[in-house]
């Protein structure tokens, strides 16, 4: 199979998303997940660092909610680990297909927060490499160590500190289960 560089992986992940919800097409679930046991155990973990962090002023939202609304953004990465069952992993043209699989519905479900600006911030998945390799990059663990860390990285963001809500995603790879989120916030006034 064709390897495809990352600029042309994200360019069509973004036009695919962007025709799906043109075209109306749903691609995903229109109901919110229901956390599992582990989404509502890191939710509390993350929250606790969150806290804290609101205390010394650095986010505006002294708790996050957990919103499913914008899991496929991470989802349709994650999903890609999963079907391959390997991390890292070289990015393939056939991987194209499970991100659209995964992320047609988000442009649409994005809406009622202000659109796509509304992200903040994402952890879990490396940028990739000039090789084209990603890698999820934080095992599951709700060890306030590892949490702080995790926390972090969905602050890197200049709009995370404004984020309100979080969508969870946790990729099990050989048996591995990974903790993977993106921050969003309600852009609309």
Not at 55 to 73: C, F, I, M, P, Y
Not at 85 to 97: A, C, I, M, Q, Y
Not at 143 to 171: G, M, Q, W
Request: one cysteine or more.
């Amino acid at each position: 199979m064709k390897e495809m560089n990352r600029r042309e992986f994200l360019t069509l992940t973004g036009a695919a998303v962007v025709a799906l919800s043109l075209a109306g097409c749903g691609g995903g679930s229109s109901a919110p997940a229901a956390p599992t046991g582990k989404e509502a155990e890191l939710l509390a973990a993350i929250n606790r660092v969150w806290k804290k962090k609101y205390e010394e002023k650095a986010v505006v939202h002294e708790q996050l909610t957990l919103n499913q609304d914008a899991v496929d953004a991470i989802r349709c990465y994650g999903r890609v680990f999963e079907e391959v069952n390997e991390t890292p992993h070289k990015l393939t043209s056939s991987d194209f297909g499970i991100v659209l699989g995964e992320s047609g519905g988000l442009a649409e479900k994005l809406k009622k927060y202000g659109g796509e600006d509304s992200l903040a911030g994402a952890a879990g998945i490396s940028e990739p490499s000039t090789e084209k390799v990603v890698a999820l990059e934080d095992e599951y663990s709700c060890e306030d160590t590892a949490v702080r860390v995790f926390v972090d990285k969905l602050l890197n963001n200049s709009n995370s500190a404004k984020a309100e809500f979080i969508s969870i995603y946790l990729p099990v790879v050989k048996n591995v289960t990974y903790m993977t989120a993106v921050v969003f916030r309600n852009n609309n006034p």
